[in-house]
Structure formats: C-alpha cells, structure tokens
C-alpha cells in the first residue's frame, strides 16, 4: 500500500501562487519509479488531468490549461512531489489531489492510477 498526503492548498487572490505537495509513504514503496499525478475536480465537474511526471526520465505532461503556467516537480529523496502553481486563475478553484501509480502507459486517465491522496482545497478569489 501507498499512502499520499497532500498539502499546500489555500486561499489566494487572483493571479497569485501557490505550492501544492504530495508525500508518499508505504513499505514496498520504491517512489523514484512512481508516475505522480495531479488532477483536481471542482464542484459539479469531473475529475480532470493538471499535470504528470515520470519516475525514471522525469519527464512531464501538462493539461493544456496550465501549461506554462503550472510545474510539476518531484524530489525522490523526500518521496516527495509538488505542484508549483503560477498566474491563478478563479477557473482554478477547486479540491486537488495526488495520485500515483508503478507503471502507467497514459499518465492522463485518472482511473489508471492506484493510489489517491484525500485532497487539498484551492480558492481563487477574483
């Protein structure tokens, strides 16, 4: 088993940052071979992608409606990632969660993922 913590989420006005983490625990959990996610849902919408990165090339996806303003990092020897958020939008209200899984062929598909964190709240205010 995989445990994921997030934290970070917040009030923030309009055009200001934010720092979202996700650490990830377990006892068979080799982290740096991991694919990290990041979707977020808001209310009375589904699930979407944000943003993705691999364990071993470290190679990363973004969902169009961030890119360029949004940047997903991780830290192997913290078991950590993070999601580094820029130019915030109202549109970018909503819970964000961590998942994380072994092996994943398309980082996209939120169902693909094993293991969920329980969520941090994100409010943009305009």
């Known amino acids: 088993q995989v445990q994921l913590v997030e934290s970070g989420g917040g009030l923030v006005q309009a055009g200001g940052s934010l720092r979202l983490s996700c650490a990830a625990s377990?006892?068979?959990?080799?982290?740096?071979?991991?694919?990290m996610g990041w979707f977020r849902q808001a209310p009375g919408k589904e699930r979407e992608f944000i943003a993705a990165?691999?364990?071993?090339?470290?190679?990363?996806y973004y969902a169009d409606s961030v890119k360029g303003r949004f940047t997903i990092s991780r830290d192997n020897a913290k078991n950590t990632v993070y999601l580094q958020m820029n130019s915030l939008r109202p549109e970018d209200t909503a819970v964000y969660y961590c998942?994380?899984?072994?092996?994943?062929?398309?980082?996209?598909?939120?169902?693909?993922?094993?293991?969920w964190g329980q969520g941090t709240q994100v409010t943009v205010s305009s």
């Open positions: 998942a994380a899984d072994p092996s994943l062929p398309n980082v996209r598909v939120d169902t693909r993922y094993d293991y």
């Open positions: 990165i691999r364990g071993t090339s470290g190679y990363t």
């Open positions: 377990g006892r068979t959990l080799i982290f740096s071979s991991y694919v």
